[in-house]
């Protein structure tokens, strides 16, 4: 497996301090984010997921705990919007470059409006994902919303 990703080049272009971590990977998993959080012995909270979303039709991503559920009308509303549903997982993979299990907010082919779960800011560092399955990097929550130049709302 490859620790150079587009996402690890896009932190280490944004001066992002940041460390790699690998783990076993189970595409047959019901919860990804929950699989890589129990595989790396971390705690859910502190393993956020990347979800591809539309607000009002327009592409955004959106970063929360693994073990949380996004709330798309709180979602749709932190951006400026009447009604938020999932992205279709072939739709995520073409705008952001990435396969499922593996999607990154970070280099992501499209720059989209990205927003980060206030609660993620409740940890030093967390995990997010890399830029492949089973891959994570594990960084500071304001390093992450720095480089994403991502806003904060509460989300869940």
């Known amino acids: 497996m490859s620790?150079?990703?587009?996402?690890?080049?896009?932190?280490q272009q944004a001066g992002v301090s940041f460390t790699v971590h690998s783990y076993e990977y189970d595409p047959n998993a019901e919860r990804i984010g929950l699989q890589a959080a129990e595989a790396m012995g971390a705690d859910p909270n502190s393993v956020l997921k990347t979800l591809m979303v539309l607000v009002d039709g327009k592409p955004a991503c959106v970063v929360v705990p693994?073990?949380?559920?996004?709330?798309l009308k709180k979602?749709?509303?932190?951006?400026?919007?009447?009604?938020?549903?999932?992205?279709?997982?072939?739709?995520?993979?073409?705008?952001?470059?990435?396969?499922?299990?593996?999607?990154?907010?970070?280099?992501?082919?499209?720059r989209v409006?990205?927003?980060?779960?206030?609660?993620?800011?409740?940890?030093d560092q967390v995990f997010m994902n890399g830029g492949q399955r089973g891959?994570?990097?594990?960084?500071?929550?304001?390093?992450?919303?720095?480089?994403?130049?991502?806003?904060?709302?509460?989300?869940?």
């Open 135 to 156: 891959l994570q990097v594990k960084l500071k929550p304001s390093n992450a919303a720095s480089a994403l130049k991502a806003k904060v709302a509460e989300l869940i």
């Open 113 to 123: 409006p990205t927003l980060i779960e206030q609660s993620a800011f409740a940890h």
């Open 75 to 110: 979602l749709a509303s932190a951006l400026g919007g009447k009604a938020a549903q999932m992205m279709k997982p072939a739709d995520a993979e073409r705008v952001t470059g990435y396969h499922v299990g593996g999607i990154s907010p970070f280099g992501q082919k499209k």
């Open 66 to 71: 693994s073990d949380k559920e996004v709330n």
């Open 3 to 11: 620790k150079t990703t587009r996402a690890t080049q896009a932190l």
